[in-house]
């Protein structure tokens, strides 16, 4: 501590210390918060339609088109640390090849960003859509309200299809909702598979098993006839 | 001239301080900085604003670094008295002595 250097050297060195300290308390408060998200997810109107994976593809696929209807109360995941909550429902149904099930194929049909007040200007949107998120937070540091999300009749943010190409009439399909916390600072937790102190599993989630209808025929091929 | 000054100046950059001043800022700067993150911690947590939490962090690490690292004269209050040169008796501490007769 004799010169101006070391002064500086050591202030410096034992800031970083207290600041890993610092973050690691913060990282651990998540543990003191208990989360009961919730959710409901139920299929509306569900097609397949054919389709190409892209313009120039001569291959022709099925796709699916799921509307859905969702409500859910993740409000308990916004706590200080959360920086944004990433929210997605899937679709699932069992493997033809499998007899007992255990192979699964699932895919995306929606997701969604909730960012906590704290990182909505890391939110990728243009200045109005901004200034409206910041204004809806305005004065306050975190805001539970953003976890509860009431869908209708949602239109599916993906068309999804299958590695065959085939997908009608598929029976046992499933909506699963999935939920993924980023924190400022500590580890990143997904649904829970298991409960863990005052973390509990998420109730509900998952909706009715449904089978997916034949292909729809062509409109415009009706007319001509 | 230009010696006195080069002197000068490093001295300035050196910014050495005193013993005591030397304890002092290492209990002052470990205090403080602890101080600062937990009041970080504790404040961000009750008013549940990670922001606030940071910039207090920041802030507080800023302040302790303006308090401890310029050689302020508060840190040079006590300066070592040094013995006088070479165990010379005060009494011949006038003049040279060399071959028991003294010089100049």
């Known amino acids: 501590m004799h010169s101006t250097i070391v002064r500086a050297q050591n202030v410096f060195g034992f800031f970083t210390t207290v600041a890993f300290v610092v973050a690691a308390l913060i990282a651990a408060s998540d543990l003191t918060v208990p989360r009961a998200p ?6 509306n109107s569900v097609q397949v339609v054919k389709g190409r994976p892209h313009y120039y593809s001569t291959k022709k696929e099925e796709y699916a088109v799921i509307r859905f209807t969702m409500s859910a109360d993740l409000s308990s995941l916004f706590t200080w640390n959360t920086k944004q909550v990433f929210v997605w429902v899937s679709a699932s149904w069992p493997n033809a090849t499998s007899t007992d099930g255990e192979l699964s194929n699932e895919a995306v049909i929606w997701d969604s960003i909730i960012t906590n007040p704290s990182a909505d200007h890391l939110m990728n949107i243009g200045p109005a ?3 409206k998120l910041v204004k809806s937070a305005k004065g306050k540091s975190i805001d539970p309200k953003r976890g509860i999300l009431a869908l209708k009749n949602q239109k599916p943010k993906y068309q999804i299809t299958a590695p065959t190409g085939k997908l009608a009439e598929t029976n046992d399909v499933v909506l699963k909702v999935h939920y993924n916390v980023q924190p400022w600072v500590g580890v ?26 034949a292909i729809k025929k062509k409109e415009t091929a009706e007319k001509k006839a | 001239m230009a010696d006195q000054i080069l002197d000068q100046i ?10 005591e001043g030397q ?18 911690f504790i404040i961000g947590f009750i008013k549940q604003d990670i922001k606030l939490a940071l910039m207090i962090g920041l802030g507080g690490t800023a302040l302790t670094m303006f308090i401890i690292v310029p050689p302020w004269p508060f840190f040079n209050r006590h300066p070592v008295k040094w013995l006088p040169a ?12 060399v071959d028991g007769k003294v010089v100049g």
Do not use: H, N
């Open chain 2, 86 to 97: 070479g165990g010379v008796d005060k009494s011949s501490s006038e003049g040279i002595t």
């Open chain 2, 10 to 19: 490093r001295d300035v950059a050196e910014g050495q301080i005193d013993f």
């Open chain 1, 188 to 213: 990143l937790t997904w649904t829970p598979q298991i409960e863990f102190l005052g973390w509990k599993k998420l109730k509900g989630g998952v909706s009715k098993a449904f089978a997916l209808p």
């Open chain 2, 23 to 40: 304890r002092f800022t290492e209990f002052l700067s470990t205090a403080l900085l602890s101080l600062v993150g937990a009041l970080s």
């Open chain 1, 38 to 43: 919730k959710a409901e997810v139920t299929a």
């Open chain 1, 129 to 131: 859509a901004m200034k």
